[in-house]
């Protein structure tokens, strides 16, 4: 079938096209940004319960004190004491995904792309992953990682570089980058530095 319709219609066709994968695109991301802030903000709510939880049973065992055996008063305290210790541990290690994610975006240079986050048994730190236009792109996302102005990462380390065609699942970012990241002592992006405030 011949096509004879003008090339400016056609042109408006294509663009229209476009712009409906476009708008499919966003909306995705909108979603997916409503998301990451309903787990952050249901984190929080269920962690700050426990600490509030755990803040007046100290406060009950205390008024006890007067009432009972010092003994085992004092045992019960401590106990309790432990499981306060327990859940500050944990928080100081719980990391604001919805906010670190979107610092590493800003960091992310324009020809490579986030493809992996995890946590690791390391204490501290982060594994992150990326496919990049090329090996430059690859070593400059460690570099603004590792930059201090970010307030993120004390330090970053390139764990592999692995630039091949034949193996990318997009091919304009052949090389794929794994890098650890050590958090700084007093970056924003964990729990207990934000001052317990939603992310």
Same mark, same amino acid.
């Given at each position: /079938?011949?096509?004879?319709?003008?090339?400016?219609?056609?042109?408006?066709?294509?663009?229209?096209?476009?712009?409906?994968? /476009?708008?499919?695109?966003?909306?995705?991301?909108?979603?997916?940004?409503?998301?990451?802030?309903?787990?952050?903000?249901?984190?929080?709510?269920?962690?700050?319960?426990?600490?509030?939880?755990?803040?007046?049973?100290?406060?009950? /065992?205390?008024?006890?004190?007067?009432?009972?055996?010092?003994?085992?008063?004092?045992?019960?305290?401590?106990?309790?004491?432990? &499981?306060?210790?327990?859940?500050?541990?944990?928080?100081?290690?719980?990391?604001?995904?919805?906010?670190?994610?979107?610092?590493?975006?800003?960091?992310?240079?324009?020809?490579?792309?986030?493809?992996?986050?995890?946590?690791?048994?390391?204490?501290?730190?982060?594994?992150?992953?990326?496919?990049?236009?090329?090996?430059?792109?690859?070593?400059?996302?460690?570099? &603004?990682?590792?930059?201090?102005?970010?307030?993120? %990462?004390?330090?970053?380390?390139?764990?592999?570089?692995?630039?091949?065609?034949?193996?990318?699942?997009?091919?304009?970012?052949?090389?794929?980058?794994?890098?650890?990241?050590? %958090?700084?002592?007093?970056?924003?992006?964990? %729990?207990?530095?934000? &001052?317990?405030?939603?992310?």
């Amino acid at each position: /079938m011949i096509n004879l319709l003008p090339p400016q219609l056609k042109n408006e066709y294509l663009y229209a096209q476009r712009n409906s994968h /476009m708008v499919k695109w966003v909306v995705a991301c909108l979603l997916a940004i409503v998301g990451l802030g309903a787990i952050g903000t249901g984190g929080y709510l269920y962690l700050h319960n426990s600490v509030e939880t755990y803040t007046t049973q100290v406060s009950d /065992m205390q008024a006890l004190l007067t009432q009972q055996h010092l003994s085992q008063t004092e045992k019960q305290v401590q106990d309790i004491s432990n &499981n306060f210790k327990l859940v500050v541990e944990v928080l100081s290690q719980e990391v604001l995904f919805s906010k670190l994610l979107t610092q590493i975006g800003t960091v992310i240079p324009s020809n490579a792309v986030l493809t992996g986050l995890n946590i690791t048994k390391t204490q501290g730190s982060v594994d992150i992953t990326a496919a990049a236009a090329n090996y430059n792109a690859a070593t400059q996302l460690q570099v &603004n990682l590792a930059d201090p102005t970010n307030k993120v %990462f004390s330090k970053a380390d390139i764990l592999s570089i692995n630039c091949s065609s034949t193996g990318a699942s997009d091919p304009r970012y052949p090389c794929a980058v794994s890098i650890r990241a050590l %958090f700084a002592a007093n970056n924003p992006f964990l %729990f207990i530095n934000s &001052n317990g405030s939603t992310p």
